[in-house]
């Protein structure tokens, strides 16, 4: 089993920047592709980038490419979203992933485990 906890969501200026954290629980999260997704109002969940095992592979969604950056540290079982150059439609839930398989995807279905989300909110 893996447990998920995001960190780092809050408001900020159009413009701004922030970075989410995930932390892991469980002893193989060295081997897990992770990703981040968010879900605003009335909308569906959406995928924002992945990241492979090893931190060598990363995917973006076309929307954040060049502002976001995905990263992990597998010493502190965490993963992080750095977001800059935020945008009202940035604003969101923004969920953790975990796969239990090393390939990386955009696909949610294919993910496995799921935090409990954080709040980031872009004002304009």
């Known amino acids: 089993q893996v447990q998920l906890v995001e960190s780092g969501g809050g408001l900020v200026q159009t413009g701004g920047s922030l970075r989410l954290s995930c932390a892991a629980s469980g002893r193989t999260f060295s081997s897990r592709a992770m990703g981040w997704f968010r879900q605003a109002p009335g909308k569906e969940r959406e995928f924002v980038a992945a990241?492979?095992?090893?931190?060598?592979?990363?995917y973006y969604a076309d929307s954040v490419k060049g502002r976001f950056t995905i990263s992990r540290d597998n010493a502190k079982n965490t993963v992080y979203l750095q977001m800059n150059s935020l945008k009202p439609e940035d604003t969101a839930v923004y969920y953790c992933?975990?796969?239990?398989?090393?390939?990386?995807?955009?696909?949610?279905?294919?993910?496995?485990?799921w935090g409990q989300g954080t709040q980031v909110t872009v004002s304009s």
């Open positions: 990241i492979s095992w090893s931190g060598g592979s990363t």
């Open positions: 992933a975990a796969r239990r398989a090393m390939g990386v995807t955009r696909t949610k279905d294919d993910y496995d485990y």
